[in-house]
């Protein structure tokens, strides 16, 4: 097919302490989601001065894909446009219109498949399309990626780099000392039971694993919100680290946040802060890996999705058992649930 822009899709965080409160309520709109976690978070927010990383990170990526397509081509201008902050997906879609953009590809940056992180994407963009009305271009999604060879190299790589950084009085025996902890965003147990979102976690544990040679690994789960009543994927990753010392699992750990493309707000907050304080007081050795963020695999692996859209020749590459996602979802892929939450990023 012929298309003649790529849109990148994020979930976009404030960039200034005066964002934090309103980029919140935007994104908890509509959600039963107590006014006490609202602030709560803010105050993860504030910690760092009140902006969010996700921003700045998603400016580099597409700094780096235009640069990647630059030279390998398809010469396509990239826009950008939000879920929850500026720029917001309207605004972003009556740019694209008023450039006379047609036909669009749209790169989401979340690698699995769950409402939160793939239908209500394109639930947004639809909506962004009614609001900018007739002209509105049209924007096809890319598939979801978790197990393209090149993400999976990619994240294997940070976590060899993280297991290469892990305290010299551990490395003797990293394979039996150090377990590594594959970390995801919490999700409710309603909305993983309608996708495959943990299972698509599970292969890419296996897969990296695998790869590096890691016997000692477990998933685990970060960032949970929503009503106390309502049931959430576990273990917390603050639990899994009490039992990895009182269980004695490992001298060491190697945190590998694999739910994430980018070193964003819950990264740096739920891991660098709250679990770097948990293991200084247990004690327990912690090694964080960082995200796929701008590896030039992961880069080129954005690219090689675009030209498998445009290319009914070109491979739709995968790893493992699961094999590549489909273009285009099924109707009644990962449905919305009731009373739904999906906490700030």
């Not at 605004?91 to 239908?119: I, W």
Request: proline residues 7%.
């Amino acid at each position: 097919m012929n298309y003649d822009a790529i849109l990148v899709v994020s979930f976009g965080g404030p960039e200034s302490r005066d964002d934090v409160i309103p980029f919140l309520e935007t994104v908890l709109r509509g959600r039963n989601v107590p006014r006490e976690r609202l602030l709560t978070v803010a105050e993860h927010y504030y910690h760092f001065g009140g902006k969010s990383p996700i921003n700045q990170q998603t400016r580099e990526l597409i700094a780096a894909l235009e640069h990647e397509l630059e030279a390998r081509g398809p010469k396509l201008p990239v826009y950008w446009g939000n879920r929850n902050w500026h720029p917001l997906l309207p605004e972003t879609l009556l740019q694209m219109k008023k450039d006379g953009v047609r036909r669009a590809l749209g790169f989401v940056t979340s690698a699995y498949s769950s409402y939160s992180g793939c239908r209500q994407y394109r639930e947004n963009i639809t909506q962004a399309q009614r609001e900018v009305g007739e002209g509105a271009p049209e924007v096809d999604k890319l598939r979801v990626f978790f197990n393209h060879p090149e993400f999976i190299d990619a994240t294997a790589e940070r976590v060899q780099e993280a297991l290469a950084a892990v305290p010299s009085g551990v490395q003797q025996d990293a394979q039996q000392n150090v377990q590594v902890v594959y970390i995801a965003h919490s999700i409710p147990v309603s909305m993983a039971a309608t996708s495959d979102y943990v299972r698509q976690l599970e292969e890419v544990r296996r897969l990296v694993s695998q790869k590096l040679g890691v016997r000692n690994d477990a998933l685990v789960y970060q960032s949970r919100s929503g009503a106390p009543g309502q049931p959430w994927l576990e273990p917390d990753i603050l639990d899994h680290l009490r039992a990895v010392k009182t269980q004695n699992l490992a001298s060491a750990v190697v945190l590998a946040p694999i739910g994430f493309i980018s070193d964003h707000m819950e990264i740096l907050y739920d891991l660098d802060v709250e679990a770097r304080q948990l293991c200084d007081s247990l004690p327990l050795p912690m090694t964080r890996a960082k995200t796929v963020g701008l590896h030039p695999k992961f880069v080129a692996m954005i690219r090689e999705l675009i030209m498998e859209r445009m290319d009914p020749f070109v491979e739709r590459r995968a790893v493992g058992a699961l094999g590549p996602r489909a273009n285009v979802c099924a109707e009644d892929c990962c449905p919305a649930l009731r009373r739904m939450v999906r906490p700030g990023t």
